[in-house]
C-alpha cells in the first residue's frame, strides 16, 4: 500500500514557476515508477510527466523543456518543476505511482495508487 500526497500548487503568473511535490508512505516506494497528471475543469485527465525507478523519464509534448521530473527516494518524494507556465497550465495536479516501476507509462489506469491532488493556477 501507497499513500501519496501532492503538495506545491498555487496561483502563480504566466511565466512563473512552481515546484511540485508528491510524498509518499511505504518503505517500497523507491521500487514505484511515478507520474504526474493534470485535469482542467471540463476536460478529461492527460499526462504530464512520469520517471521509472532507475530515473528515466517522459513528458507530454506540451510540457517537454518546461517541466521536469525528479525523484529523492532517500525522501520517498517525487517532484514536478513547472517553469514558463502559462494558463494553459491551469489545472488539478495529481501524481500517481506505478508497481511496474521500469515502466513510465501515459496511461492513467496504469497506475495503482493516486493523491489527493494540488491545484495550480495561472493567471495571463
Known amino acids: 500500500q501507497v499513500h501519496l500526497v501532492e503538495s506545491g500548487g498555487g496561483l502563480v503568473q504566466a511565466g512563473g514557476s512552481l515546484r511540485l511535490s508528491c510524498a509518499a508512505s511505504?518503505?517500497?516506494?523507491?521500487?514505484?515508477?511515478v507520474g504526474w497528471f493534470r485535469q482542467a475543469p471540463g476536460k478529461e485527465r492527460e499526462f504530464v510527466a512520469a520517471?521509472?525507478?532507475?530515473?528515466?523519464?517522459n513528458y507530454a509534448d506540451s510540457v517537454k523543456g518546461r517541466f521536469t521530473i525528479s525523484r529523492d527516494n532517500a525522501k520517498n518524494t517525487v517532484y514536478l518543476q513547472l517553469n514558463s507556465l502559462n494558463p494553459e497550465d491551469t489545472a488539478a495536479y495529481y501524481c500517481?505511482?506505478?508497481?511496474?516501476?521500469?515502466?513510465?507509462?501515459?496511461?492513467?489506469?496504469?497506475?495503482?495508487?493516486w493523491g489527493q491532488g494540488t491545484q495550480v493556477t495561472v493567471s495571463s
Open positions: 500517481a505511482a506505478d508497481h511496474t516501476g521500469w515502466h513510465s507509462s501515459r496511461n492513467s489506469y496504469e497506475y495503482d495508487y
Open positions: 511505504g518503505r517500497t516506494f523507491s521500487i514505484y515508477a
Open positions: 520517471i521509472t525507478n532507475g530515473g528515466n523519464t
